[in-house]
């Protein structure tokens, strides 16, 4: 009863009842307006009549489009007003002003060696899509660990940690009161003693339901630099879409750490949630961590105008010798911001260039068109590809939606797995033994289009290897789904299916 009564009154609950009742108030004053008014009903049409053409020129997805175009189409008076107020994100000028400035300063970094030599013609196109879309470049003269589980992620993590002798900087999507989140506070507090910038940052809404409001401030009471990314209000506002889903680690500016593991006790399987937590992450060694860097800095100036300068944190400034080389690393960034989205074209280019074999972990799969088709077209020209997914979910209605993928996928010649040892959290992309990305980026709306993202893009490295090794490993815990079993689904489920994947782009 303690714990219902607790949730009944935390943050979380009330900031959406508030929610709730403003949108509820909005659409009651404007459906008002319209009953009996002749004149007020036709200029709300000619606003919806608007927002129709205006959606069906703007350069977007199809997938996003169309559910917009319905709603307008079944609320022709109300459905321009409501896409207004809740299908389009509108950045604050003073939001487009920091970014601008951001994004000049990080093209006038200086770097000591740009000539990256590719002998690959796909590789160095690959590389020169990331690049130009985010200004960040690959490196040699750098080293990487596949961390195959959470409990691995943290034992090297904590490692690092306490050995750090200049700065530490963290920027986690979730963070959760827990034994992991206490030992990583256990030496981050004793850094800032003596006299270490450590700084932490984290999604407001990844923490609502697991954080006290003020966590921040307690943090802060020890020394460390905390900042809450993208407050979230009890107000109507689509900003609440764009969340800093990105988890970076960097350690006196050559050690970094990235993919899809949060601080959290579910991720190194302290607690069990859904079964057995399979999620990975990669430990990056050298030259490549400055992009990790200038990303978490990207974030927090843009979230507090601090007056860092990147080029105060690259890796050579506190590492001396010189770093061992293991092929080509290029950590890149997602962001709303720009328009671009990065992270779908990356793997897209995967894809499409794929000729042997493409390996995938996801979470989710709610693909729009594109990556379906991409997908389908790869089976079909004779590259094998498999997607591991999970068996458990972690939310029904998601799981759902990713389950109304397999049918066209797996009638394409693609091969689908659910973990079913537990939840499958890794996001791991593998192709032709030449290139892989671990990172953060779901295969969903939310990753490839709402969220600040990140990954690493590996070319011509040994450590594709134990990406690969760990993948086909996973596959022998895993059930291959067929159309046979997905014929069995009843009509009903068929059709709450489908329901819920036309929303999905919106959910």
Request: with cysteine; proline share 3%.
């Amino acid at each position: 009863m303690r714990k219902f009564t607790s949730f009944l009154f935390s943050r979380l609950v009330v900031t959406i009842i508030a929610i709730t009742i403003q949108c509820s108030m909005i659409l009651g004053i404007l459906f008002s307006f319209t009953i009996g008014f002749e004149t007020i009903n036709t200029f709300f049409i000619l606003l919806s009549l608007a927002m129709f053409f205006f959606i069906m020129n703007k350069y977007e997805s199809p997938s996003f489009k169309l559910p917009w175009l319905v709603i307008i189409g079944l609320f022709p008076i109300l459905g321009g007003v409501i896409y207004i107020l809740f299908g389009h994100v509108y950045f604050s000028k003073k939001q487009l002003r920091i970014s601008k400035k951001i994004n000049e300063e990080i093209a006038q970094i200086k770097y000591e060696d740009k000539n990256i030599v590719f002998n690959d013609k796909m590789l160095k196109s690959q590389s020169l899509y990331i690049e130009n879309s985010t200004k960040l470049i690959p490196y040699q003269n750098t080293t990487a660990k596949f961390l195959s589980v959470g409990e691995i992620y943290h034992a090297s993590l904590l490692e690092d940690l306490k050995n750090a002798k200049h700065f530490i900087f963290m920027e986690y999507f979730i963070i959760d009161q827990g034994y992991m989140l206490d030992s990583i506070l256990e030496v981050l507090k004793q850094k800032a003693k003596e006299g270490l910038d450590v700084r932490l940052m984290y999604d407001d809404l990844g923490t609502i339901r697991l954080l006290p409001n003020n966590f921040h401030k307690t943090i802060q009471s020890y020394g460390i630099k905390c900042i809450v990314f993208n407050r979230f209000t009890p107000s109507v506002s689509l900003l609440h879409n764009n969340r800093d889903h990105r988890k970076i680690t960097v350690i006196d500016g050559y050690i970094g750490y990235t993919g899809g593991i949060n601080i959290g006790d579910e991720y190194i399987n302290a607690i069990n949630k859904f079964g057995h937590w399979k999620d990975s992450g990669i430990r990056l060694y050298g030259e490549a961590v400055r992009s990790l860097t200038i990303m978490f800095l990207e974030l927090w100036k843009f979230t507090c105008e601090s007056n860092d300068d990147f080029n105060d944190f690259y890796p050579r400034k506190y590492h001396k010798q010189e770093f061992e080389t293991d092929g080509i690393f290029q950590p890149y960034g997602d962001t709303p911001l720009d328009h671009e989205h990065v992270g779908e074209y990356v793997y897209l280019n995967m894809i499409n260039q794929a000729t042997d074999y493409i390996y995938i972990n996801s979470p989710y799969l709610i693909v729009d068109f594109n990556l379906m088709e991409a997908l389908r077209s790869a089976a079909k020209r004779g590259v094998d590809v498999n997607i591991c997914t999970p068996g458990n979910a972690d939310k029904w209605y998601v799981h759902i939606i990713t389950q109304s993928h397999y049918e066209p996928l797996i009638t394409a010649g693609v091969k689908i797995y659910e973990y079913t040892n537990g939840f499958m959290h890794s996001k791991t992309f593998i192709c032709d033994d030449k290139v892989a990305v671990v990172g953060t980026i779901n295969l969903d709306y939310r990753s490839l289009i709402h969220h600040f993202e990140c990954g690493c893009w590996i070319a011509n490295s040994s450590v594709i290897t134990d990406i690969k090794n760990d993948y086909l490993e996973t596959l022998k815990i895993c059930e291959l789904q067929t159309l046979k079993k997905l014929s069995k689904v009843t009509v009903f489920k068929r059709l709450i299916r489908s329901i819920i994947r036309f929303f999905s782009p919106l959910l």
